[in-house]
Protein backbone atom coordinates (compact mmCIF):
# COMPACT_ATOMS: atom_id res chain seq x y z
CA UNK A 1 0.00 0.00 0.00
CA UNK A 2 1.32 3.14 -1.09
CA UNK A 3 2.02 5.64 2.04
CA UNK A 4 1.93 9.57 1.46
CA UNK A 5 4.26 11.96 3.05
CA UNK A 6 1.64 14.97 3.15
CA UNK A 7 -2.10 15.32 3.23
CA UNK A 8 -0.55 17.86 -0.19
CA UNK A 9 0.73 14.70 -1.85
CA UNK A 10 -2.18 12.54 -1.41
CA UNK A 11 -4.25 15.22 -2.36
CA UNK A 12 -1.91 15.27 -5.65
CA UNK A 13 -2.57 11.44 -6.20
CA UNK A 14 -6.36 11.36 -6.26
CA UNK A 15 -5.69 14.48 -9.00
CA UNK A 16 -4.67 12.23 -10.97
CA UNK A 17 -6.79 9.20 -10.33
CA UNK A 18 -9.57 11.64 -11.05
CA UNK A 19 -10.35 10.61 -14.42
CA UNK A 20 -10.00 7.29 -13.78
CA UNK A 21 -12.40 7.51 -11.08
CA UNK A 22 -15.12 9.02 -13.14
CA UNK A 23 -14.73 6.33 -15.30
CA UNK A 24 -15.17 3.77 -13.06
CA UNK A 25 -18.08 5.84 -11.19
CA UNK A 26 -20.14 5.19 -14.35
CA UNK A 27 -19.28 1.78 -14.92
CA UNK A 28 -20.21 1.04 -11.31
CA UNK A 29 -23.35 2.59 -11.79
CA UNK A 30 -23.65 0.24 -14.93
CA UNK A 31 -23.52 -2.51 -13.02
CA UNK A 32 -25.39 -1.98 -10.52
CA UNK A 33 -28.20 -0.51 -12.35
CA UNK A 34 -27.66 -4.23 -14.17
CA UNK A 35 -28.00 -5.97 -11.30
CA UNK A 36 -31.35 -4.34 -10.33
CA UNK A 37 -32.68 -4.85 -13.57
CA UNK A 38 -32.23 -8.48 -13.02
CA UNK A 39 -34.09 -8.38 -9.35
CA UNK A 40 -36.68 -6.49 -10.38
CA UNK A 41 -37.38 -9.30 -13.22
CA UNK A 42 -36.22 -12.30 -10.83
CA UNK A 43 -39.12 -10.95 -8.21
CA UNK A 44 -41.68 -11.11 -10.71
CA UNK A 45 -44.49 -14.18 -10.36
CA UNK A 46 -43.93 -13.96 -6.31
CA UNK A 47 -46.04 -12.06 -3.52
CA UNK A 48 -43.57 -9.62 -2.37
CA UNK A 49 -43.53 -8.58 1.20
CA UNK A 50 -44.06 -5.32 2.66
CA UNK A 51 -40.33 -3.08 2.33
CA UNK A 52 -40.48 0.30 3.29
CA UNK A 53 -43.14 2.17 1.88
CA UNK A 54 -44.32 -0.36 -0.49
CA UNK A 55 -47.07 -2.74 0.99
CA UNK A 56 -47.06 -6.11 0.84
CA UNK A 57 -48.88 -7.49 -2.33
CA UNK A 58 -52.51 -8.92 -1.40
CA UNK A 59 -53.19 -12.63 -3.03
CA UNK A 60 -54.73 -12.32 -6.33
CA UNK A 61 -58.89 -12.77 -5.47
CA UNK A 62 -60.17 -16.02 -7.24
CA UNK A 63 -62.07 -14.89 -9.50
CA UNK A 64 -58.91 -13.41 -11.04
CA UNK A 65 -57.27 -16.94 -10.31
CA UNK A 66 -60.13 -18.51 -12.43
CA UNK A 67 -60.11 -15.88 -15.22
CA UNK A 68 -56.22 -16.70 -15.82
CA UNK A 69 -56.76 -20.45 -16.03
CA UNK A 70 -59.90 -19.81 -18.36
CA UNK A 71 -57.49 -18.00 -20.89
CA UNK A 72 -54.41 -20.48 -20.39
CA UNK A 73 -52.08 -18.59 -17.78
CA UNK A 74 -51.19 -19.85 -14.18
CA UNK A 75 -53.47 -19.15 -12.08
CA UNK A 76 -51.39 -17.64 -9.11
CA UNK A 77 -47.83 -15.82 -10.45
CA UNK A 78 -48.33 -11.92 -10.03
CA UNK A 79 -47.10 -9.92 -12.82
CA UNK A 80 -45.93 -12.42 -14.37
CA UNK A 81 -49.34 -13.40 -16.49
CA UNK A 82 -47.64 -13.32 -20.37
CA UNK A 83 -44.27 -12.75 -19.44
CA UNK A 84 -44.48 -9.46 -21.42
CA UNK A 85 -44.01 -7.13 -18.68
CA UNK A 86 -41.06 -9.30 -17.48
CA UNK A 87 -39.59 -8.72 -21.08
CA UNK A 88 -39.97 -5.22 -21.50
CA UNK A 89 -37.90 -4.47 -18.18
CA UNK A 90 -35.71 -2.34 -19.77
CA UNK A 91 -32.45 -0.53 -18.09
CA UNK A 92 -30.64 2.82 -20.18
CA UNK A 93 -27.72 4.01 -18.43
CA UNK A 94 -25.41 7.37 -19.74
CA UNK A 95 -22.69 8.36 -17.48
CA UNK A 96 -23.59 8.56 -13.30
CA UNK A 97 -27.31 8.29 -13.87
CA UNK A 98 -29.22 5.07 -14.93
CA UNK A 99 -32.66 4.07 -15.28
CA UNK A 100 -34.91 1.51 -15.00
CA UNK A 101 -38.38 1.16 -15.96
CA UNK A 102 -41.12 0.28 -18.85
CA UNK A 103 -41.19 1.88 -22.04
CA UNK A 104 -44.34 3.21 -23.40
CA UNK A 105 -44.94 0.40 -26.09
CA UNK A 106 -48.00 -1.88 -27.38
CA UNK A 107 -47.82 -5.19 -26.60
CA UNK A 108 -49.75 -8.23 -26.71
CA UNK A 109 -51.44 -10.80 -29.49
CA UNK A 110 -54.57 -9.30 -29.18
CA UNK A 111 -56.44 -12.29 -27.80
CA UNK A 112 -57.56 -12.71 -25.00
CA UNK A 113 -54.88 -14.21 -23.77
CA UNK A 114 -52.71 -11.34 -24.04
CA UNK A 115 -54.72 -8.31 -25.60
CA UNK A 116 -53.47 -5.10 -27.13
CA UNK A 117 -51.87 -2.58 -24.52
CA UNK A 118 -49.33 -0.41 -23.66
CA UNK A 119 -46.75 -2.24 -21.65
CA UNK A 120 -46.05 1.09 -19.67
CA UNK A 121 -49.30 1.55 -18.68
CA UNK A 122 -49.36 -1.79 -17.07
CA UNK A 123 -46.15 -0.78 -15.23
CA UNK A 124 -47.64 2.39 -13.55
CA UNK A 125 -50.90 0.71 -12.97
CA UNK A 126 -49.12 -2.12 -10.78
CA UNK A 127 -46.62 0.56 -9.29
CA UNK A 128 -49.22 2.69 -7.90
CA UNK A 129 -52.88 0.59 -8.15
CA UNK A 130 -55.75 1.39 -9.56
CA UNK A 131 -59.52 1.77 -8.63
CA UNK A 132 -60.06 -2.05 -9.11
CA UNK A 133 -56.28 -3.89 -7.62
CA UNK A 134 -53.84 -2.42 -5.37
CA UNK A 135 -50.54 -1.38 -5.98
CA UNK A 136 -47.97 -4.10 -6.50
CA UNK A 137 -44.80 -2.14 -6.57
CA UNK A 138 -41.90 -4.33 -8.32
CA UNK A 139 -39.48 -1.23 -9.45
CA UNK A 140 -39.77 0.74 -6.30
CA UNK A 141 -39.79 -2.56 -4.08
CA UNK A 142 -36.65 -4.03 -5.80
CA UNK A 143 -35.25 -0.45 -5.75
CA UNK A 144 -35.30 -0.63 -1.62
CA UNK A 145 -35.23 -4.08 -0.93
CA UNK A 146 -31.84 -4.49 -3.14
CA UNK A 147 -30.26 -0.90 -3.49
CA UNK A 148 -27.55 -1.68 -0.65
CA UNK A 149 -26.71 -4.80 -2.39
CA UNK A 150 -26.49 -2.14 -6.12
CA UNK A 151 -24.49 0.57 -4.03
CA UNK A 152 -22.28 -2.02 -2.82
CA UNK A 153 -21.60 -3.22 -6.84
CA UNK A 154 -20.85 -0.22 -7.28
CA UNK A 155 -18.54 1.03 -4.44
CA UNK A 156 -16.53 -1.90 -4.78
CA UNK A 157 -16.32 -0.64 -8.66
CA UNK A 158 -14.98 2.68 -7.37
CA UNK A 159 -12.69 1.15 -4.83
CA UNK A 160 -10.95 -1.14 -6.66
CA UNK A 161 -10.39 2.03 -9.66
CA UNK A 162 -8.40 4.38 -6.46
CA UNK A 163 -6.67 1.16 -5.16
CA UNK A 164 -5.26 0.29 -8.57
CA UNK A 165 -6.62 -3.54 -9.06
CA UNK A 166 -8.75 -5.24 -11.20
CA UNK A 167 -12.69 -4.06 -11.48
CA UNK A 168 -14.47 -6.83 -9.83
CA UNK A 169 -15.96 -9.22 -12.71
CA UNK A 170 -13.91 -7.63 -15.13
CA UNK A 171 -13.22 -9.14 -18.28
CA UNK A 172 -9.99 -8.07 -18.36
CA UNK A 173 -9.21 -9.35 -14.84
CA UNK A 174 -6.21 -6.34 -14.43
CA UNK A 175 -6.34 -2.36 -13.25
CA UNK A 176 -7.71 -0.11 -15.83
CA UNK A 177 -3.93 1.17 -18.20
CA UNK A 178 -4.65 4.60 -17.19
CA UNK A 179 -4.56 3.98 -13.72
CA UNK A 180 -1.46 5.39 -12.18
CA UNK A 181 0.97 2.56 -10.43
CA UNK A 182 1.63 3.10 -6.65
Partial sequence: MKKFESPGEFAAFLEKLLPVILIAQAVGVQR???????EVKADLGFYQTAAGPFPDWPELSEGRKNERERVGLMPNDPLLATGEL????????????????VPHEIVGDGTRRSPLRDIGDVAIWMEEGTDRAPPRSFLGHAAFVH????????????????????????????????????
Wanted: glycine content about 8%; aromatic content about 6%.
Fill in 32 to 38: AAAFLQE
Fill in 86 to 101: HDHIDMTYEGMRAVIG
Fill in 147 to 182: GKAAADIALKVVGAAVASQPIPNSPIGRPHPRLPPF
